[in-house]
């Protein structure tokens, strides 16, 4: 078996898109959610509430060609993998066309503005506004084949088109791919572009906030007094190697994978079981012949929607007990769906590094059906620890659990 090791990392958030200011926002507890006016237009859409990236901009020398067949969330997804390669240093690097580098991406769905398209024609038996490039932003695996076409990648190719666990589950299967020898590196992660379309789907389930004239208070997970889930965007791509290959190239690494856990409950689309949910978790501790209490922090799914966070946390409870600290990053940056758990994964891994974690924003009186956790409240706290645990919950009952180690 392989050591699979982080050789790169770059994203863009709702709170910033590189480490230095994710990590400033972070610690003065200033949230992305912002109140979107424009929806006021959506009859029978509740919430207003979302997280942009706010400064996200395709570089000029992504010509009219290259992006063609590119929608935003394809291009969140090609830019922050340039950003990850060039942070690797194998940006143009001759193992990237190889056929030993692979992908393993995922969004929860293609570019929403293709779908539009397409329901055109259905609703009015016309095709108007169809064309060739229609489809290929609209398609499940439109970042993935798009990062393939760009960078000239000539590997295996997975579609992690798994909602919420899109990124985790494309970080995941990277890591196993090159842990069975299949390949060297892979390109790893996810993306998601905002659209009204995202809230008004947990909006039919009245599971997204509707504090709209107060988008700093929201969302509140684990909170009494949280009343959903907001929607938010972004992307984050990791470059994962094969030890041996980044340390005879010299290269920087910032963590090991150790562990992978993912499983399903088979029990209902929406409704999380925690009884899977602790599996998966078990699952990756096992995969990295690992104890519950070297965990020295727990990164949360943390959604704010009353099942997901009682769920979540009782079966973390149950795992690990209160003597794990654990907070949620999508207090700062909403739900950003098909890439949080990369987004996630990346701030776990930066904080570990500088032995410092952010608390839960907004977080004031946890609910007493949630498991009696560690909570980090208020402020960030100073925690020196060897690993670290990204958890993961989607629609469909898919559970996934990442387990990083610190590298020195």
Known sequence: MKRVVVTGMAGFSPIGNDWSTINENLKIMQTGIVRIDDWDKYDGLNTRLAAPVSDFKV?????????RGMGRVAQLGVRSTELALENAGLLGDELVSSGQMGIAYGSSAGDTAA???FAHMIANHSCDGLNANSYIKMMAHTSPVNIGVHFGLQGRVYTTSSACTSASQGIGF???AIKHGQQIAMVAGGCESLCATAAAVFDTLYATSVRNDEPHLSPKPFDIDRDGLVIGEGSCTFILEELEHAEARGAKIYAEIVGFGTNSDGSHITQPVAETMEKAMRLSLDDAKLSPD????VSAHGTATDR???AETNATFNLFGNKTPISSFKSFTGHTLGACGAL???VAIEM???NWFHATANLDKVDPACGDLDYIIHEGRNIETEYVMSNN???GGINTSLIFKHWS
Not at 59 to 67: D, F, G, M, Q, S
């Open 352 to 354: 570990m590094t500088q």
């Open 59 to 67: 570089p000029e020398h992504y010509t009219r060609k290259v992006l």
């Open 308 to 310: 997901g966070d009682v």
């Open 393 to 395: 919950f989607a629609f």
């Open 174 to 176: 990277a890591y196993e």
């Open 344 to 346: 996630e994964a990346w």
């Open 294 to 297: 070297t965990i020295g922090y």
């Open 115 to 117: 779908f539009a398209g």
